[in-house]
């Protein structure tokens, strides 16, 4: 039998379940691979993948979706990781600029923009290569990743669109979750999700193994997994990622 094809997303909010997965051995048993939020949404939209940690806002695209993980990418306030910002203050943006790696982030701020700033904008699309840091007059950008923790520094003003959905509905974000495209035997979602448990549950060891391998490390980087990320899928969860459908829906 053909092992089944994992894409996991490569930032750091995900150090803990790529630890659970490794250090169970889970990961000799499937072919897992890292990849940026839309790769993994795009792997898994053309079958070159059969479960991935994708965007939400991708999950209606599916034509079969199954949610199988007990964790996700979440958020209950300021997440940090995905974020708007600018140099002019917010009531002057006109532009936006739209990372193109995550649907998710993407619908999220035009969702807050039409019903919670009720701020018409123009929205730009970009693509690989593009200067982010190079925007000007009433321009800002939304940015998603562990680059935040580097832009953040260049940019006056910012606003956490996580922080701007708990404060508009009350509750916590789903960013990405564990989704298959096809049925998973009740055994396999068992051990995987015992090693994304592993992972989740010792953030100290997490962050031994990955501290000082990316743009987010040490104590940083435990305060963001510890107090930023928040990665149980709960019935607040559920609700929250619903009601972000039922605005997506409108989106449209």
């Known amino acids: 039998m053909d092992k ?12 803990p379940f790529i630890y659970g ?10 072919i897992l691979e890292t990849d940026h939020p839309a790769d993994c ?7 070159k993948a059969d479960l991935g940690l994708i965007p939400v806002a991708v999950i209606p695209l599916l034509k079969e979706s199954f949610i ?11 997440v940090r990781t995905v974020q708007m910002m600018s140099n002019t203050e917010f009531d002057r943006i006109d532009t936006v600029y739209l990372d193109y790696r ?6 999220l701020v035009k969702v807050l923009a039409r019903n919670k700033w009720k701020t018409p904008m123009r929205w730009v699309n970009t693509s690989e ?14 940015l998603i990743g562990d680059q935040c923790f580097e832009f953040e520094k260049e940019f ?8 701007e959905w708990k404060d508009f509905t009350g509750l916590p974000f789903v960013f990405a979750c564990w989704t298959s495209n096809r049925l998973m035997c009740k055994g396999f979602i068992k ?22 391998s990316g743009t987010i490390t040490g104590k940083e980087l435990k305060t963001y997994l510890t107090e930023n990320i928040d990665f149980e899928f709960n019935d607040e969860k559920k609700k929250g990622m619903n009601l972000f459908f039922e605005f997506l829906g409108q989106l449209q």
């Open 4 to 15: 089944i094809r994992v894409s996991a997303v490569r930032y750091a909010n995900t150090f």
């Open 21 to 30: 997965l490794t250090e169970s051995g889970f990961d000799r048993k499937v």
């Open 41 to 47: 949404a795009a792997k898994l939209l053309s079958g």
């Open 68 to 78: 199988i993980g007990n964790y996700c990418i979440g958020a209950n306030d300021r």
């Open 102 to 107: 995550s649907r998710t982030s993407v619908n």
């Open 129 to 142: 290569g593009f200067d982010f840091k190079g925007i000007t007059g009433n321009e800002a950008v939304v």
């Open 156 to 163: 006056r003003e910012k606003i956490d669109l996580a922080k």
């Open 191 to 212: 051990e995987f999700n015992s090693a994304l448990e592993l992972g989740v549950r010792n953030i100290d060891s997490v962050v031994e193994k990955f501290g000082n």
